[in-house]
Every structure is written in C-alpha cells, then in structure tokens.
Nanobody, 120 residues
C-alpha cells in the first residue's frame, strides 16, 4: 500500500499565496511522476502540474507563471507553490503519484484532497 498525505490548503484572498505539500509513504521502491490535480464544483478533475523524478515539469496553461511544482526525492514529497491566486483557482486539490513498489508491481495513488478557496 502507498499512502499520500496532503497539507497546506486553506482560505486566501485573491493575489495571495499558498503552498501545498504531499508526502508519499509505504511500500515504495521508486516514484516516477508526481502531480497535482484539481476539481472545482461541477467540473471535471484536471491536471494542474506534474514533475518527473528527473525534474521535468508540465503545467496547465491556466496556472503557467503563477504556480511552481517541485519535489524532494529523498522525502518522496511533492510541493505546489501557488502565487497570485485567483478566485477561479478555488477547488479541491489532489496529489497523484505513479511508481514502482517491487515484485513487478506498479502503483498509482491519490491523496484525499485538500480544499483551496480563493476569495475575491
């Protein structure tokens, strides 16, 4: 089993900043991609940003230049620094990781989600 624990969500005014963290634990040999997704009420879950073990990143167009994803491979932790937040960034943010846990078993795990609310 692989568990993901997220933290850092909350309520912030437009223009403010938040930093999300997601720590993976359990039976892990290696983690390939770590990413953040979000789901706003009435909308589908969408990719916000992802980062590979080697540091290659992908960002959604809507957050380009405002959010930064990073990871600490030694701690199996991924971060999302969110600056210049807008009301449309309001959503539940989910962490996702893909990796290998040995014995020819791979995993893809989701966190429980953390609410981010941006007031205007």
């Amino acid at each position: 089993q692989v568990q993901l624990v997220e933290s850092g969500g909350g309520l912030v005014q437009a223009g403010g900043s938040l930093r999300l963290s997601c720590a993976a634990s359990g039976n892990i040999v290696s983690i390939n991609v770590m990413g953040w997704y979000r789901q706003a009420p009435g909308k589908q879950r969408e990719l916000v940003a992802s980062i590979t073990h080697g540091g290659r990143t992908i960002y959604a167009d809507s957050i380009q230049g405002r959010f930064t994803i990073s990871r600490d491979n030694a701690k199996n932790t991924v971060y999302l620094q969110m600056n210049s937040l807008k009301p449309e960034d309001t959503a539940v943010y989910y962490c996702n990781t893909d990796g290998y846990r040995g014995s020819y078993q791979w995993f893809s795990s989701w966190g429980q989600g953390t609410q981010v609310t941006v007031s205007s």
